[in-house]
């Protein structure tokens, strides 16, 4: 659960999810096949009027939203992000924005306390799962301008999206943004079919490793060759990475675990599909 999107933040898969969902959908998500005005008809038989008027207007406010002057930033976690608020967003149902548009302050409450707890100055931290790049701006701050923070996603937008925000939190000198999937894609936001793919014996040396990949902590854990001093997981038993597997992982690695408990503690879906947060502390003298 690493970004808010529409469809990320409420579910396990496109999620990220805080935002209000979509109860409508724009007019051209109906078969391509279709005439325009068999479309039309299909609308007003399922909706009615009402329901017609709506679905052109939110297939045109999106259409315009991008063009149109923007405000502040959109803060999540506190965090100033790549996602702004537009002139006409007050005016409009909230579901036709698209993207977020007010501030959400509760996000990645575990990973975040993780970070907070075990992100030293003059560290070199590694994330796995950029999103909007809030947990990374995070990470980058604690680093401060003696660390380095590398950030990879597999999404070329949410690639895209990650260096915007730590641009805005001026950490951009010190965080590396990579387009490139870990171990395999799994629930990736976006196109992943011309991604780069990096193996996790591939992966940088760091003193943290973060990993919220949906699934692929197994695999990285598996193969990695790197033994930071840290190792942050967000399970996710909806995709085969469940609570006790990761666990044993990072113990068979050396690591003394930590729960942090679930993911989100405020979304159910993180109960339900077993999304928690784990910390990994590597044990003195382990290899």
Not at 39 to 68: D, K
Not at 268 to 275: A, G, N, R
Request: net charge neutral.
């Amino acid at each position: 659960m690493s970004s808010i999107h529409p469809a990320r933040l409420d579910a396990p898969s496109p999620p990220r999810t805080e935002t209000t969902p979509m109860a409508e959908t724009p007019m051209d998500a109906t078969p391509t096949a279709a005439t325009p005005m068999q479309r039309v008809r299909r609308i007003l038989r399922a909706s009615g009027v009402r329901g017609l008027v709506s679905r052109v207007g939110l297939h045109l406010y999106r259409g315009v939203r991008p063009l149109l002057p923007s405000g502040a930033p959109v803060r999540i976690a506190g965090i100033p992000t790549a996602y702004d608020r537009k002139w006409g967003d007050r005016v409009v149902p909230a579901h036709w924005h698209g993207d977020p548009s007010e501030d959400i302050a509760e996000y990645e409450t575990a990973l975040l306390i993780g970070l907070r707890a075990h992100v030293k100055p003059g560290d070199r931290v590694v994330v796995v799962g950029g999103g909007i790049g809030v947990t990374a701006t995070v990470a980058a701050q604690l680093v401060t301008a003696s660390g380095r923070v590398d950030c990879y996603e597999g999404g070329r937008e949410w690639a895209r999206l990650v260096a915007i925000t730590a641009r805005r939190n001026g950490v951009a000198d010190r965080l590396t943004v990579h387009h490139a999937i870990v171990a395999r894609a799994i629930a990736v936001y976006g196109t992943a079919a011309t991604s780069p793919v990096v193996p996790p014996a591939a992966l940088p040396d760091c003193d943290v490793l973060e990993l919220d990949c949906e699934g692929a902590e197994v695999d990285i854990l598996q193969n990695m060759t790197i033994r930071p001093r840290v190792v942050l997981v967000e399970t996710h038993g909806v995709y085969d990475a469940p609570t006790p597997l990761v666990r044993s992982l990072l113990e068979g690695l050396g690591y003394r675990v930590e729960d942090y408990g679930l993911a989100e503690p405020h979304l159910e879906v993180c109960e339900v599909s077993d999304i928690r947060v784990l910390a990994g502390v590597r044990v003195s003298g382990a290899a």
